[in-house]
T-cell receptor, first 116, second 112 residues
Framework: GAVVSQHPSRVICKSGTSVKIECRSL??????MFWYRQFPKQSLMLMAT?????????EQGVEKDKFLINHASLTLSTLTVTSAHPEDSSFYICSASDRGNNSPLHFGNGTRLTVT | QKEVEQDPGPLSVPEGAIVSLNCTYS??????FMWYRQYSRKGPELLMY????GNKEDGRFTAQVDKSSKYISLFIRDSQPSDSATYLCAMSPNTGFQKLVFGTGTRLLVSP
């Protein structure tokens, strides 16, 4: 089945630094990938839609200059958390579909970000 | 009011029990309904999905959607300790499976 790989699984960084998270579709091409964020005991919340070869679409309340998304190829999307702060500490998960809009999303295993 | 409401649990049952997990929602535009299972520190794994109302069965799992009541359910028969996880309902409007709105998840504990 469709596999989405995410790296790293866990990262700890100091406040003010930037962190890059990679999301890869391993056995399919994904023109669109989705980035979600999950705070403890809260729902997964969609942050942005990553589109191959074009700008990402951000959900309301998500700062595009803080969460930089690059989708440079059909199998790779990256999320960079710039100038991270402790309140950015969360579980970031990417997802993609192997058949576009007509099939459910497959999720990566997530990245646990801790900003100290 | 949240668009999707789900009791966080935990729900504790003995092995072999029938488990009922539920979500309610407020947006009548939702047409696609999914259930994901999430183990600790892992991403969600798709269990089942349905479109519009009705039932769908897959092995020990049955998903039900009642759009008139804005209520969806996941039943697990003959529950096993390996079913212990957090179960997330997710839904989306008639734009397809993308841009999902999730419930908070129900933590299920199945004891041997």
């Amino acid at each position: 089945g469709a596999v989405v790989s995410q790296h790293p699984s866990r990262v700890i960084c100091k406040s003010g630094t930037s962190v890059k998270i990679e999301c890869r579709s391993l056995d399919f091409q994904a023109t669109t990938m989705f980035w979600y964020r999950q705070f403890p005991k809260q729902s997964l919340m969609l942050m942005a839609t990553s589109n191959e070869g074009s700008k990402a679409t951000y959900e309301q309340g998500v700062e595009k200059d803080k969460f930089l998304i690059n989708h440079a190829s059909l199998t790779l999307s990256t999320l960079t958390v710039t100038s991270a702060h402790p309140e950015d500490s969360s579980f970031y998960i990417c997802s993609a579909s192997d058949r576009g809009n007509n099939s459910p999303l497959h999720f990566g295993n997530g990245t646990r970000l801790t900003v100290t | 009011q949240k668009e999707v409401e789900q009791d966080p649990g935990p729900l504790s049952v003995p092995e072999g029990a029938i488990v009922s997990l539920n979500c309610t929602y407020s947006n009548s535009a939702f047409q696609y309904f999914m259930w994901y299972r999430q183990y600790s520190r892992k991403g969600p794994e798709l269990l089942m999905y349905t479109y519009s109302s009705g039932n769908k069965e897959d092995g020990r799992f049955t998903a039900q959607v009642d759009k008139s009541s804005k209520y969806i359910s996941l039943f697990i028969r003959d529950s096993q300790p390996s079913d212990s996880a957090t179960y997330l309902c997710a839904m989306s409007p008639n734009t397809g499976f993308q841009k999902l709105v999730f419930g908070t998840g129900t933590r299920l504990l199945v004891s041997p």
